[in-house]
């Protein structure tokens, strides 16, 4: 069935049989990795063997680790150490479960582990203070990023990976309805789907649809509703000096939008979808798409449907303005790490210039390093990056997790949870948004309050 037939709106959640069948595959076979690993270690002598590190990634596709072995490789010929890298699942929240669960059972798990910007206070206490090593480093990173890794003076990890919300738009059917820009705003976004899509149905591509997003239950709705209200001045859940904002007209009012789309210009299932749903209905057949910069690999890749017929810029504007949510990655050592030296060695490699140049050209991985956006062989394939840097300077907003550390995962899900209602009917915006606020009290004991003026950063 294609995912644009989806039954309407199901929930995917971590909670379901087969994620859990999964999920427990993944923690067995990240064990048995890493016992081989101990086994290995036990039966050898100590002095003068190879180095072997074990590495566990935040990012997981079948290319971008076919990539990664490639890197590591190169990373053992340059220094001696060897490298393993450990599968993970799929979903954030999955991710960051296994994450837990290896660093707090204590020794010979990973050395190296991908961290999510979100997960930072999570993770804090597990990993080391990279800042005395990336001294020269740090002032090269985008300075969201080495913000969204700080927890006081620490540094938690290095990233290697930025991320922004992207609209991606088809330039031959903007060119056919007569359009021509992208939309400005998201009220021109809805008029404009609405058109492409009832001309292309009319030609007889029955399942053709204005615009596709993520709309299941995970943490890529947190980061899609959280651009709609933003945009909007409806905040950012909870704001950085620890009000709960979230119960507010301007919020509200984008949650009903968006559910106004399900079903007109978004498939009845979007309220399931993830990234890669939303991807494959986009390259089968879709006038707009919000994802992040490398979704243009598939988008572009030979034989695709779409292969030069689409276009990339900055999500639309609301009365507030213009708000990508910032993601992205980076990678911190374990405090339990029996080889501290080597394993930041690896993070120096994998955050080095080369190297994420490289992989921005092979991988379309956008890089964390702003001077790199000025460089023409990095920014000529993929135009997502050149609109990330743009994203940058037109507004940005951050998922509230480092007001919340350790809540930020049931704060999130809380929040998926109650915009997902409203996409689904279950409730009215205001209805959902009241209750939430109050969830809210319960799981962070802070105070309810309006939202800051703009709380959009830019750089
Ligand atoms: C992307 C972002 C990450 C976010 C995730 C949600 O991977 O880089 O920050 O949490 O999507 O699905």
């Not at 651009?227 to 001045?233: C, D, I, R, Y």
């Not at 990655?329 to 210039?353: D, F, K, N, Q, T």
Request: proline share 7%; glycine share 8%.
């Amino acid at each position: 069935m294609p995912p644009g037939d989806r039954p309407p709106i199901s929930k995917r959640n971590l909670c379901s049989r087969e994620n859990r069948a999964n999920y427990v595959g993944m923690v067995g076979a990240v064990c048995i990795v890493l016992l081989s690993l101990l086994l290995e270690g036990c039966t050898r002598p100590p002095v003068h063997e190879p180095v072997t590190l074990t590495l566990l990634e935040e990012w997981t596709t079948k290319t971008f680790n076919e990539a990664r072995q490639q890197e590591l490789q190169q990373f053992t010929r340059e220094t001696g150490i060897r490298v393993k890298l450990l599968p993970s699942p799929e979903s954030a929240r999955e991710k960051l479960a296994l994450w837990q669960e290896l660093l707090r059972t204590g020794a010979s798990g990973p050395d190296v582990y991908g961290i999510d910007v979100i997960w930072t206070r999570i993770l804090n206490e597990y990993f080391l203070d990279l800042k005395p090593y990336f001294g020269n480093e740090i002032s090269l990173q985008f300075p969201a990023l080495t913000a969204s890794y700080s927890v006081d003076n620490k540094l938690v990890a290095i990233a290697y990976r930025a991320d922004i919300g992207l609209l991606f738009y088809r330039t031959d059917l903007l060119r056919e309805y007569g359009y021509r820009e992208p939309p400005r705003t998201w009220d021109e976004l809805e008029i404009m789907a609405a058109r492409i899509q009832a001309g292309e149905r009319a030609k007889g591509k029955k399942e053709f649809w204005g615009f596709v997003w993520q709309g299941g239950a995970t943490e890529a709705l947190t980061c899609n509703a959280l651009e709609w209200q933003a945009s909007e001045g409806g905040g950012q859940i909870i704001e950085k000096d620890q009000t709960i904002s979230v119960n507010n007209p301007d919020a509200i009012r984008a949650w009903q939008r968006a559910a106004r789309w399900v079903g007109s210009i978004s498939p009845p299932g979007v309220g399931g979808y993830v990234e890669a749903d939303a991807l494959n209905v986009w390259v089968a057949g879709a006038a707009f798409m919000r994802n992040w910069p490398t979704a243009f690999a598939d988008s572009q890749a030979a034989g695709s449907p779409i292969r030069n017929r689409f276009d990339i810029t900055v999500l639309p504007a609301g009365k507030a303005g213009r708000a990508g949510t910032l993601g992205g990655a980076g990678l911190g050592v374990s405090r339990l790490s029996a080889h501290p030296r080597e394993a930041i060695e690896l993070v120096r490699y994998l955050s080095r210039r080369d190297v994420q140049t490289k992989r921005s050209r092979v991988l379309s991985v956008p890089p964390s390093l702003p001077e790199l956006y000025d460089v023409p062989d990095v920014l000529g394939p993929n135009p997502g990056f050149a609109m990330l840097r743009q994203a940058f300077r037109t507004g940005i907003v951050s998922r509230p997790s480092n007001v919340t550390g350790n809540k930020y995962p049931d704060v999130s899900e809380a929040y998926a949870q109650a915009v997902h209602s409203v996409l689904t009917g279950e409730k009215r915006a205001a209805e959902a948004a009241a209750a939430l606020e109050n969830e809210l009290v319960r799981i962070t004991g802070f105070k309810k309050g309006p939202p800051q003026a703009d709380q959009r950063a830019r750089e």
